[in-house]
Each structure stands twice: as C-alpha cells, then as structure tokens.
C-alpha cells in the first residue's frame, strides 16, 4: 500500500517530467494509485496536473475528463485546498475554450455555454474579463464572422490584463496571427519587437511568437529574420506532438519561399504523427500544408511513411500521396463547417493547398543550399563554392577536332576511335555524330557495322547504361568473328568481359571472357593489346574485390609505348594499393599517376590521379591542394566524389568551417542529379557542423540524416548517426531529445552481439538524467546498464554502473535502495578481487568509497570509515591521485562527524599539502580543516585559514 508521501514524491517527479508520452503514461499510473489511497487532494491536484500534461503532451481530449472532474468536484463539496487551486482551475477553462474549437464533433453551443460558465466564474472571483473576450475573439475568428472578430480584438485590446490573461509572449502571438490575417504585416512585425527583446517564459514561447512572424517578416522583406524565427521556432517544436498545426505553418513556410527539399524533409518527418494527430484540427491543417509542399516535387518521386500500428512502413508516391492529404484535409474541414454553418474553414484550407513558391527564394537549409528546380524546369549551371580556383593551373585539354568536311565513314570512324582511346569525349561524340549525320541513312558494308558496333558499346559505357552497353558489345564481337576479325572479336570481347563484371549476375561470365580474350591477344595481338587485355583482367578482377589477384596481374603488365594505355594503367595499380591497404606503395602510385595525368592534360584522368593523390596524402594541406586540381576539371557527374574528398581533406587539416561548405555542396548536388547518397553525406556534414561548433546546424543536418538512412534501410548507419545526434543534443543542452535517442539506441542494439553497446546506451542515459537531478529515473537506467553489462560479462564494467547506481538513489532521497545497491557492489568487488588491472583496481576503490558515503548517510559514519581505509593508497598505485584526495577528504570529514577533530587536522593538513592551489578540493580541505580547529577551540586560526581561502563560515 502506497503512503501519502510516497504518492507526493511521485507526484513532483511527474511535474518534474517533460510534456509527452512518458509523462503521460507515468501521470496515468499515479492517478490509479492515487484513486486507491483515496486522497481527495491528491486526486484533485493529480488531475489538475493531468489537464496541463494532456493539453500539451498531444493528447488533449483526455483534458476534457480531468477538467470536467475537476470543476464537479470544485463544485459539489468545496474542501480549504480547493481555493489553493481555484486560479489553475479557471486558468484551465481557456485551454478548454480553444480544445472544443479543434473537435468538430463538440457543438458550437457546448463553446459557448463553456465562454459563458468561464465569464460567469471570472466575474464571481473578483477577475477581469480580459481572456474571455479574448477566447471570444478566437471563436468568431474560427467561424470567420470577420465583424464579430473585430468586435472582440477590440474589448480584448482594451481591458486590463490581470494574473488570468495570457503570458507576454502568448497574447501577442494571438495579435500578430490577427494582423497578418488581415494584411497588417509591418504593424505584426513590429509589435513584436518589445516582446522578443522581454524574457519569456512560457513554454510555448517564443516559437508560438516566432512561427507567427514568418509571413510578416516575409511579406516585409525582412528575410534574415524569417529564416531566423523559422530555425529557432522549428527546433523547438520539432519534437512535440501537441505542435502539429505550427509544424504545418512551418512547411507551408519552406513551401512559399522555394525550399521544396526542406518542405519535403519536413513532411517525411512529421507525416506519421498525423496517425496520433492531437486534434482534427491540426490533422487538417497539416494534412493541407502537407499536400501542397508535395506538389511542388516531381511526383514520382516516393515519400518515407514510417511504420503506424498494424501499417507497415512504406514509400508512397508524393503524387499519390499529396492528393490522400488534400482529400483529408477537404473532408475535415467540410466537418468543421458543417459544425459551425459557415465556410470559412473550407476557404482556408483551399487557400493552403493552393500555396506555391512566390517571391524572392529565401534558403533556409543547412544542408541543400540552392533552390532544386523540379524535373524538366532547368537546373542552370552549378557553382563550385569555397574553391579558388584561379590558383589553380588549367590543365591543357583536348580541343575539339576539326571534322573534315570530305572525311569518309572510315575516317570519322577512325577519328571517333582515336578520340575516345586519348579519353576526348568532345571529339569522340563530335566524329560520332558526324558520321550518324553523313551516313547513317545508308546501307553500310559489315566491317563498317561491326565498327559502329563496337564503338556504339563504347558510347553506352561512357553512359552508364550498362546493360544496353553489354547487349551492344555482344552485336559487336558476333559481327567481328562473322567476318573471321578474331583479333577485333577478342577485343571487344575483354571489353563486354568487364562490362559484365560490373554486374551482380554477370560476374563469372565476365572474368572468363576477359582471361580468354587476354589468353587469344597473347598469341594474336600486338604488344599494345596484349597490354590492355591484361589491364581489363585486373580491373574485372578488382570489381570482384580480388585485390590481390588484380595488383598481381597489374604488375607483370609490360610498358609500351602509349602513354595513355601507361596512365589507365598506373590508376588501377593506385586503386588497387589503396583497396589492399598498402599506405606507402598506395601513395607512390598516386603520385606517379598524377604525374602522367598532368602531363597528358586529359581532365577526366588527371580528376581521378588527383583524388587519388589526396586520399593517400599524409600531409591534409596537400591533400586539399590536390582536390583544388581536381575540381578545376571534374566534369558535372563527378563533382560529388571531388567535393566529399576535398570535404574528408579539410576534416582531416582541422578545418571544419571549410569542409561545412564542400560537404553541403555535395548535398546539394546529389539532391539536384536525383543521386543515392544524400543521407550519408549529411551524416558527414553533421559532424562537420559540430566539429565547427555550429551545433543548430548540426543537429537540423544529422536529423534529416537520420530520416534518410531510415528510409534507405541503413540501420546501423542510422543507429550511429542517432548517436551523433544525442551528443550534439547533449551540447546543446536538449536533454530530452538526448535521452529520446540513447533509449531508442539501446533499444535497437536488442542482440547478445550488441549487448555491450546496449549497456553504454543505457548508462549514458542514466548519466543524462542524473545531469538534470531526475535522479530516481537515473538510478533505474544505471540499474537497466548494471544487469546489461552482467549478460555481458563485463564485471568492471557492472561494478561501475552499480556505483552510478547508489549515488543515484542516494541523491533521490532513497537511502534503503542504495544500501541494496552496497550488497551487490560488495559481491561484485570481491569477485575483482584478483584482477590486478588498472581498470579493476579504480572501479573497487570508487566503489568502496559510493558505499561509504551511502553508508554515512544511514548514520554509520564508524563504518564508513572502516572501508575506507587503504582506499586513496591503492588509487595512488595507479596514478589516480585526484580521487586519492576526494577519498581522503571523504575521511576528513567523517572524523569531524565522528568528534575526531584532531585526527581530521593531521589527515587534512597532509591533503592540503598535496593539492595544487586554488582548486575546488583545496577549498573543501580547508573548509573542513577550519572546522576542525573551530572544534579543537582555535578559532583565530580556523578564522585564518577562511580567510587565506576566501571561504565564509558557511561555506
């Protein structure tokens, strides 16, 4: 049977809880206890706590129940604590007011009898009225009855407020949302300034404020500001489920200032909340604001619904899914108005669907920095950011060839050949198109047919349409070996060889059909071709990752005089080294590679030897040096891999604000080309936001990572950027977001693999709380990360988590669950006992040291002192002098409470002598040595000793 005490204890650990589900689910147990114990406060103020935790927790209908209780039993046998409480009472009927305006399925009428009880009761107490014309004013704006709406701003303006009206920053919120409706938005704008410029405390503020700026600022060209109040305002609502319907203005905002991406990620996040929506009202009004961002992207394109219930997750066209939410949102505002016999709720949220970009583009990403046209709009050029590149030496490349006017088919075949062994796409497509233009109407002869074959292969190769190339190098060589060419047949055979190779099915085929072609070149071809045989059986082999085999082949491949055949060749070798871990063999072939490309002056190669170079450099600057060449000539397609390198280069030199900006750009680029790999490149520009100390940023960059890996499947990845995320929460000083992740974290890691990396999950939790003095909860994750690290086997590991344990429940103000916790550190030191390492040593000594503190809390300060002793000796053995002195000062201060004065001044006069001067141990030394003179009757120099330490009598 549960105490009186216990039960409040309980009751200001609810209150102590952050507004959600946990606060809900641990309020709900509390109010079956309670009903139990039949405390008739108890149960009153527990439901008075239940109204707050239900309206802000996102699940407000429940508030009807605990309010309603709570007026009836106001009413029917008023108690002395009731007036205690009666402010909060009627405080509570103005949640009530705007709740039923958010169901359609409570009566207009209920409203207004609620307005009139709520005037009734205000009136009664000695209140003003200010509120309720307020709450007034709120209603005719929901039914759109614009005069009566005037009519009521304007009493609400007028009448003094008192301790029942809104906060500072909640009332001007509701003036701002009014003057932007009606067009006012400089007049918004600027009666908000006083009020962000205050203190606000509310917990609604000021995101509610800042989210209502964000037209007013746009519409007045203030747009730092809208950009500001949006990121502010967002991160603080983000994670709360009774924030649905600002959630919504948010993606309307990224909506209409061209930040489709932004809107679409925004969506992908909150999209499941509509399945746990905390009102039709915000449902509708989310739903709407949802549908229109999702018109604005290529429609085809799939959006991420996490799993809900029995619904498993999904990706559902945007298309399909824009029109699922604008039916939504059309048919609950048909309800709403239906309720109130008006139209104003259908016209608003016609109004929401029919949003678009408008106006200047205002960026708002810390992740995509450019506006991302929709398919077929035109993307324009991309810029390349952060790089100067005029200190950067051109590199000469291939011109264009002329295209004899009389050249016949064999020439421009010739030439076509020509351009694309010397890697000249310009003139390999030019001879291409020259021929098609002149001659692809006639009837050519076959050798003319196996040629146009062979280098049509080539053409979808350069591509990337690989399976059109593998069918098309099958044509080529069947039509060689037709006309007795076996030499070309072989050729272009090694060449489908390593097509097929880059396929998952195609493997096998393909290494044997580069091994015979390179066994046929031996015997029939030139020295040039036996060369390049060999070159395509390393590189079909490293495309299985047979590294080995690949350098192997690699190295017995003898020069010959074509440099460029030399270059191809020298960048596998590099790739090989780099795959084989080979770091100084890796970074002289890079380096040789880079050589030859620069004197070749081909971009696309000197592009590849560069990264190459920068990745195997041991110096960071040379590496960035040689991404600047790279980037200099990188074609369009490969800008991301130079910008991720040059990205890695910059982390890598200690320059992170540097790396912030080539990570983003390669964001920006993968989300433009429609290219996998965003995610996992925002993961990286997450960390290199925290590592520039930019932690908002961070976290805004590592929660849309978390979204995308998700939705790519990428548990583990996701996992450790969910760890990255509650380090940067913690950095911040989110700790709810914080322990949200580390308990979603330990409850993923649900494996006996995983079970050490669960532990840690959990014991960080437990730190975290312990941190923010929720000390009792602390105590149940230390006790959760204990047990873990026991099916473990990771007894140090245990005895530290049981130490974390006791000191929690000791600072919780459970002194008989601590002393439990003493038994089983006791049994876990003795089974150390024997374990003579560093770690084993320490956890032993600090565990002693725990119970004696829990022990001289029980008032058993003899035998706290008899575990004590040997401690800071043993900890001196391993270098850990600073607890050696927390122990001894520990021992100090239970001789004094032992009335050992004496015995406390030699052990703490030795302490003192030991510590470096000015730190926090120096002064508890010297505070508890003063008492110990105070107590032996020298008080003139205990009175000294406080003085040379700055420390008051008190301290």
Not at 2 to 29: C, H, K, S
Not at 292 to 301: E, F, I, N, P, Y
Request: net charge negative; proline share 5%; hydrophobic share 45%.
């Amino acid at each position: 049977m549960d105490t009186n005490e216990d039960l409040w204890r309980v009751f200001r650990e609810v209150g102590n809880m952050p507004y959600g589900p946990g606060q809900i689910a641990a309020l709900e147990q509390l109010l079956r206890r309670v009903d139990v114990a039949e405390d008739r406060e108890l149960a009153f103020v527990t439901r008075l706590q239940g109204t707050n935790a239900y309206t802000y927790g996102g699940e407000p209908a429940k508030s009807f129940v605990t309010f309603s209780w709570c007026l009836a039993e106001f009413d029917r046998d008023p108690q002395p604590y009731h007036a205690r409480y009666a402010g909060q009472l009627l405080w509570h009927f103005k949640y009530m007011v705007n709740l039923m305006l958010k169901f359609p399925e409570v009566p207009l009428d209920r409203t207004y009898a609620v307005l009139d009880d709520m005037e009734r009761r205000y009136r009664a107490s000695g209140h003003g009225l200010q509120a309720v014309h307020k709450h007034r004013f709120r209603v005719a704006e929901h039914v759109g009855d614009a005069d009566a709406a005037s009519h009521w701003y304007r009493l609400w303006q007028a009448t003094p407020r008192d301790d029942l009206s809104d906060c500072a920053g909640c009332d001007p919120t509701t003036e701002v949302q009014y003057l932007a409706d009606t067009g006012r938005y400089a007049e918004a704008a600027s009666l908000a300034e006083p009020v962000l410029a205050g203190r606000l405390t509310c917990n609604e503020q000021p995101q509610a404020i800042l989210t209502a700026l964000l037209v007013p600022y746009l519409r007045t060209g203030r747009h730092d500001d809208a950009r500001n109040a949006h990121r502010t305002a967002y991160r603080r609502m983000r994670g709360n489920l009774s924030d649905l319907w600002d959630i919504g203005d948010h993606v309307e905002f990224c909506t209409v200032t061209g930040n489709e991406a932004r809107a679409l990620e925004l969506v992908e996040r909150h999209l499941d909340w509509l399945d746990r929506s905390p009102s039709p009202a915000a449902a509708m009004h989310f739903a709407a604001t949802a549908a229109a961002a999702l018109r604005q992207v290529d429609g085809g394109l799939t959006v991420y619904r996490r799993a809900a219930g029995d619904r498993p997750a999904t990706e559902v066209p945007a298309a399909r899914l824009a029109a699922e939410l604008a039916e939504t949102a059309t048919e609950l505002a048909a309800r709403f108005d239906a309720r109130n016999g008006t139209a104003r709720q259908s016209e608003m949220i016609a109004a929401r669907l029919a949003m678009r970009p408008s106006g200047e583009h205002v960026p708002l990403s810390a992740s995509v920095r450019r506006r991302v046209p929709r398919p077929g709009a035109g993307s324009g050029t991309v810029p390349a950011v952060g790089v100067a590149d005029a200190a950067i030496p051109a590199p000469v490349r291939p011109a264009a060839p002329e295209i004899p006017a009389d050249a016949g088919p064999d020439q421009l075949l010739d030439l076509a050949e020509s351009c694309w062994h010397r890697h000249d796409r310009p003139g390999f497509q030019a001879a291409l198109s020259a021929y098609d233009e002149r001659f692809g109407a006639t009837e050519p002869d076959p050798v003319t047919v196996a040629r146009r074959l062979e280098l049509r292969a080539a053409e979808l190769s350069d591509d990337e349409q690989v399976p059109a190339a593998i069918e098309t190098a099958r044509a080529a060589t069947a039509a060689y070996r037709e006309l007795g060419d076996e030499v070309r047949a072989q050729v272009v055979a090694s060449r489908l060889g390593v097509l097929l190779t880059m396929t998952e099915t195609g493997r096998a085929e393909g290494l044997e059909l580069v091994e015979t072609a390179a066994d046929s070149l031996d015997r029939l071809g030139d020295d040039r071709q036996r060369a390049a045989a060999r070159d395509r059986v390393a590189l079909a082999l490293m495309h299985g990752e047979r590294w080995a085999e690949a350098l192997a082949v690699l190295e017995r491949i003898p020069a010959v005089d074509d440099p460029y055949l030399e270059l191809r060749v020298a960048l596998h070798r590099a790739h090989a080294l780099e795959e084989s871990e080979k770091a100084e063999e890796f970074r002289s072939a890079a380096e040789r590679a880079r050589g030859l490309a620069r004197e070749l002056g081909v971009g696309e190669l000197l592009m590849s030897a560069s990264l190459a170079y920068a990745r195997s450099a041991d110096d960071p600057a040379e590496a960035v040096t040689a991404c600047d060449e790279a980037l200099a000539v990188a074609p369009p397609n490969a800008l991301v891999a130079v910008r991720v390198t040059r990205a890695r280069a910059l982390m890598a030199a200690g320059r992170a604000d540097e790396a912030v900006d080539d990570f983003a750009e390669a964001v920006t680029l993968c989300v433009e080309q429609g290219a996998a790999g965003d995610a996992l490149l925002r993961w990286e520009l997450a960390n290199a936001y925290r590592v520039a100390g930019r932690l908002t940023e961070a976290a805004e960059v590592a929660e849309e990572a978390v979204i995308g890996l998700d939705k790519l499947g990428a548990q583990v990845q996701a996992d450790r950027c969910r760890y990255l995320l509650a380090g940067i929460y913690q950095g911040l000083g989110e700790t709810d977001p914080a322990l949200a992740l580390l308990e979603q974290l330990a409850e993923n890691l649900d494996g006996p693999d995983n079970l050490p990396h669960r532990a840690e999950m959990l014991e960080e939790a437990g730190g975290l709380l312990y941190g923010a003095d929720r000390d009792a909860l602390a105590a149940e994750r230390f006790a959760a990360a204990a047990s873990t690290y026991e099916l473990a086997g990771l007894a140090v590991d245990e005895l530290r988590a049981r130490r974390r344990e006791a000191y929690a429940w000791l600072w919780a103000g459970d002194g008989a669950t601590a002393l439990r916790v003493v038994e089983v550190m006791d049994r876990l030191s003795a089974a150390l006992a024997e374990d003579p390492e560093p770690p084993a040593t320490y956890e032993r000594a600090m565990a002693t040291e725990a119970a004696a503190r829990v022990l001289a809390d029980d008032g058993r300060e003899g035998e706290a002192l008899d575990r004590l002793a040997g401690v800071p000796d043993r900890l001196r053995s391993i270098e850990a002098f600073g607890e050696a002195a927390q122990v001894e000062i520990f021992t100090g201060e239970l001789l004094l409470r032992l009335e050992r004065p004496a015995d406390a001044e030699r052990l703490l006069r030795e302490v003192l002598g030991g510590l470096p001067v000015g730190t926090r141990p120096v002064r508890q030394a010297a505070w508890l040595l003063a008492q110990a003179l105070d107590a032996l009757g020298r008080a003139d120099e205990a009175a000294e000793l406080r003085a040379e330490h700055n420390l008051d009598h008190d301290h």
